[in-house]
C-alpha cells in the first residue's frame, strides 16, 4: 500500500489550464478505473470532484476533467479562478478492500 | 442533505485504545458503505478502513492492520472505529466519509468535519 505519486505543487494564473498527475502501479491505478480526485481547502473537510476517472458528481464545474494512461492518472482544471487554489488529492483502489491516496497537490492560483 | 458528526476523539496516551463514532443522516444508511480516513497534522490524506453496507466485508490499511477495528450499527445510524495500542504516529484528524454504494468498492462522496486524535504521553 505505497502512497500513489503526485507533484508536491503546481501553480497557474487566473483563466489558464492546469494538470496534476497521479502515478500508481499496476496494482492499483493501472488495474481500475477507480481512480477520484478530492480538493481540500485549508481547515475544510475534502471534497469529491472527480469519481471512477472522469466523471464528475453533480455541481462540480465542468472546468474539473479528469483522464488515465496506464498507471497515471490526471485531473485537469481548465479557466483557472481564485477559488481553485487548494491541496488537491488523487485516490485509488488498491484491491483486497483497500484504497490508496496519493501525497497530496497544493495549486498556487497567482 | 447528508451529515455525517465525528465524535470520540481527544488526548490519549501510546498503548491506550480510544472508540470514535459517526453519526449519520441524511441519507439510508445501510444503503451505503463507509469509510474512516485521517489526516496527521501537516500531512496528506490516508485511507484507514472501510466497511460495506451490512458489515459483511471489511478493508484496512497495513499501517492499522490488527490495532483498528471498524463496525456499524445500521440501527443507529452510526459507525464506529474501536482503536487499539495507539501509537504516536496515529495522530490525525480522522474523518468519516460515505461511500456511493454498498460495496468498499465504491468511492467516497460525502465527508465529516473530522475528530481529532492526539497520541501523546
Known amino acids: 500500500q505505497s502512497a500513489l505519486t503526485q507533484p508536491a505543487s503546481v501553480s497557474g494564473s487566473p483563466g489558464q489550464s492546469i494538470t496534476i498527475s497521479c502515478t500508481g502501479t499496476?496494482?492499483?491505478?493501472?488495474?481500475?478505473?477507480?481512480v477520484s480526485w478530492y480538493q481540500q481547502h485549508p481547515g475544510k473537510a475534502p471534497q469529491l470532484m472527480i469519481y471512477e476517472v472522469s466523471k464528475r458528481p453533480s455541481g462540480v464545474s465542468n472546468r474539473f476533467s479528469g483522464s488515465k494512461s496506464g498507471n497515471t492518472a490526471s485531473l485537469t482544471i481548465s479557466g483557472l479562478q481564485a477559488e481553485d487554489e487548494a491541496d488537491y488529492y488523487c485516490?485509488?483502489?488498491?484491491?483486497?478492500?483497500?484504497?490508496?491516496f496519493g501525497g497530496g497537490t497544493k495549486l498556487t492560483v497567482l | 442533505e447528508v451529515q455525517l458528526v465525528e465524535s470520540g476523539g481527544g488526548l490519549v496516551q501510546p498503548g491506550r485504545s480510544l472508540r470514535l463514532s459517526c453519526a449519520a443522516s441524511g441519507f439510508t444508511f445501510d444503503d451505503y458503505a463507509m469509510h474512516w480516513v485521517r489526516q496527521g497534522p501537516g500531512k496528506g490524506l490516508e485511507w484507514v478502513s472501510g466497511?460495506?453496507?451490512?458489515?459483511?466485508?471489511?478493508g484496512y490499511a497495513d499501517s492499522v492492520k490488527d490495532r483498528f477495528s471498524i463496525s456499524r450499527d445500521n440501527a443507529k445510524n452510526s459507525l464506529y472505529l474501536q482503536m487499539n495500542s495507539l501509537r504516536v504516529e496515529d495522530t490525525a484528524i480522522y474523518y468519516c466519509?460515505?461511500?456511493?454504494?454498498?460495496?468498499?468498492?465504491?468511492?467516497?462522496?460525502?465527508w465529516g468535519q473530522g475528530t481529532l486524535v492526539t497520541v501523546s504521553s
Open positions: 485516490c485509488s483502489y488498491a484491491s483486497s478492500r483497500t484504497w490508496v
Open positions: 499496476s496494482s492499483d491505478v493501472g488495474n481500475y478505473n477507480l
Open positions: 466497511i460495506s453496507w451490512n458489515g459483511g466485508t471489511m
Open positions: 466519509a460515505k461511500g456511493r454504494g454498498r460495496s468498499t468498492t465504491w468511492d467516497f462522496d460525502d
